[in-house]
């Protein structure tokens, strides 16, 4: 797992991200330091469902499968959001390591359409900041 369920008492910022129907994120690269905890203030602004999923390129390609075995099934778990059009909601997670983690919309065929992000992990500088 890429990062594990934040603290909202933790949180240090808000980061916006909109799903639309072209099948994008925006943004679609975010920068986040190793151990913080955000916000993820995500909106649907498209006219049919999407998602945001966190996790590693495997988790999120084998969550992507099971979707598609069982279309209607609901995202269920910390690290992930389901929105019809129009709705707004939100994801506090904690990101754990330097390094990446992935984020898809796992609706049938939105992943594989090129709606992917991608969370930067930066290590803590050495005085904590």
Same mark, same amino acid.
Do not use: Y
């Given at each position: 797992?890429?990062?594990?369920?934040?603290?909202?008492?933790?949180?240090?910022?808000?980061?916006?991200?909109? =799903?639309?129907? &072209?099948?994008?994120?925006?943004?679609?690269?975010?920068?986040?330091?190793? $151990?913080?905890? !955000?916000?993820? #203030?995500?909106?649907?602004?498209?006219?049919?469902?999407?998602?945001m999923a966190?996790?590693?390129?495997?988790?999120?390609?084998?969550?992507?499968?099971?979707?598609?075995?069982?279309?209607? =099934?609901?995202? &269920?778990?910390?690290?992930?959001?389901?929105?019809?059009?129009?709705?707004? $909601?939100?994801? !506090?997670?904690? #990101?754990?390591?330097?390094?990446?983690?992935?984020?898809?919309?796992?609706?049938?065929?939105?992943?594989?359409?090129?709606?992917?992000?991608?969370?930067?992990?930066?290590?803590?500088?050495?005085?904590?900041?």
């Amino acid at each position: 797992m890429a990062g594990k369920l934040g603290d909202p008492a933790k949180v240090s910022r808000t980061i916006e991200v909109t =799903m639309d129907d &072209a099948k994008q994120f925006t943004p679609d690269k975010i920068s986040v330091k190793a $151990g913080e905890t !955000v916000r993820l #203030f995500v909106k649907n602004a498209g006219k049919t469902p999407h998602a945001m999923a966190i996790g590693t390129s495997d988790e999120l390609k084998e969550h992507a499968e099971m979707m598609r075995k069982l279309p209607g =099934m609901q995202h &269920a778990g910390p690290s992930m959001i389901t929105l019809k059009a129009g709705q707004r $909601g939100g994801i !506090v997670w904690q #990101f754990d390591k330097p390094g990446t983690a992935d984020f898809a919309c796992l609706v049938p065929g939105h992943m594989e359409a090129g709606m992917t992000g991608r969370f930067f992990i930066e290590p803590l500088a050495k005085n904590g900041n």
